[in-house]
DNA sequence: TTAGATCGTATGCATATGCTTACTATTACG
DNA sequence: CGTAATAGTAAGCATATGCATACGATCTAA
């Protein structure tokens, strides 16, 4: 079977959902590094900021001004680890945690839409296999 | 299943192909957007650089500088079109077309590589899905 | 206690990206 | 013929990225 490279194919896939994805925040204002930051902490077993920048694959410094935002916002809080002071134990708010939801939500709809294009046992070993790979 | 979003997922897996392609290509002196292109004139059916930048999502002006390089070493051939004369026909050297070849081999060997984390049942179900949405 | 490591923060640099404008040569159309 | 459109080229701009450095506050370990 000719195909394309992974890498190629992976790449026209990622930008293909980014665009799928920018509308989605932007209707909440919310930009991809900050939906990005809401996630990793809706995981929960992220607590500081280095465990967040080393989770989510981003640069500590770069993720200053988005926590920044966020704090502002009213999305995330940020205290002082009483048990070590050179810490800010990160934290989603109610209201950080809503906006994660609907965002989430709205992007799942839109990624099953995509994946309709598939038949259904693909869908499965597809989602399986990204699962495996990433 | 709770998982991560699609775009997360394949972003992930995007820098990680890219990780994987990086050493190859730097040992063959052939940078991203060079293998792109490469790739994109090995195709055949692409002949001018407008339709080129097209089809592989380049901006043409970016693609300009990258063209100058692989023609000064000998890897693609830039004649004018004598039916019109504003357009430079691209074609790949023996040279060229040689290159691609041994860097498309290496990168296809490690893909390989990659997927046998799946059971090869996932594996075509994941190139097949691949193809489908990319 | 002292030296070294860590966390958050600020700042800068080199590079990459997407976009826009402008210009020339050339072709296509009214 | 003359105007509009196109191909390639050059240059600039705003933004994003990865990377490095520096610094104060604080913790850890010898």
Do not use: C
């Not at 509308?23 to 809401?38: F, K, Q, T």
């Not at 945690?97 to 294009?117: F, P, W, Y």
């Amino acid at each position: 079977m000719a195909r394309d490279d992974l890498g190629a194919m992976v790449a026209r896939l990622g930008r293909r959902l980014l665009a799928m994805e920018q509308p989605i925040l932007a209707r909440h204002g919310v930009s991809m590094w900050a939906y990005v930051v809401l996630n990793g902490l809706a995981g929960g077993s992220v607590r500081t900021q280095a465990a967040l920048a080393a989770r989510i694959g981003a640069d500590k410094t770069r993720l200053i001004p988005v926590l920044d935002d966020l704090q502002e916002r009213g999305l995330i809080e940020r205290e002082p680890d009483p048990a070590d002071r050179r810490v800010r134990l990160l934290a989603l708010t109610d209201s950080g945690r809503e906006v994660h939801r609907v965002v989430r939500d709205e992007i799942r709809t839109a990624e099953e839409a995509l994946l309709e294009g598939l038949a259904p046992a693909d869908r499965e070993a597809f989602v399986r296999a990204l699962v495996t790979l990433s």
